[in-house]
């Protein structure tokens, strides 16, 4: 069983950060494509904010973009999203994603609440 746990979020005042972390518990998991994060915010669709390959190569949303900065080690199955400046419309439940050639797994999510 291949269980995505985070941490991190919490409730931050306009223009702070947060670090959110992923790690799996359970058996570690080969062959990984890419690792990253994605947001739903309410009445939203989840959308990808970040996401780092098994090569090193990272993608953002151009909406985080000079904000937020993905890291990790995609052998070790863990990722980070530092996230500064944050703004209210950040607001949302994090999730963690994880790829593999065959499978998708997601974390429970983690709320992180902008104030404004």
């Known amino acids: 069983q291949v269980q995505l746990v985070e941490s991190g979020g919490g409730l931050v005042q306009a223009g702070g950060s947060l670090r959110l972390s992923c790690a799996v518990s359970g058996r570690s998991v080969f062959s990984i494509n890419a690792m990253g994060w994605y947001r739903q915010a309410p009445g939203k669709q989840r959308e990808l904010v970040a996401q780092i390959s098994s090569g090193g190569n990272t993608d953002y949303a151009d909406s985080v973009k000079g904000r937020f900065t993905i890291s990790g080690d995609i052998a070790k199955n863990t990722v980070y999203l530092q996230m500064n400046s944050l703004k209210s419309e950040d607001t949302a439940v994090y999730y963690c994603?994880?790829?593999?050639?065959?499978?998708?797994?997601w974390g429970q999510g983690t709320q992180v609440t902008v104030s404004s």
């Open positions: 994603n994880l790829k593999t050639g065959i499978y998708g797994y």
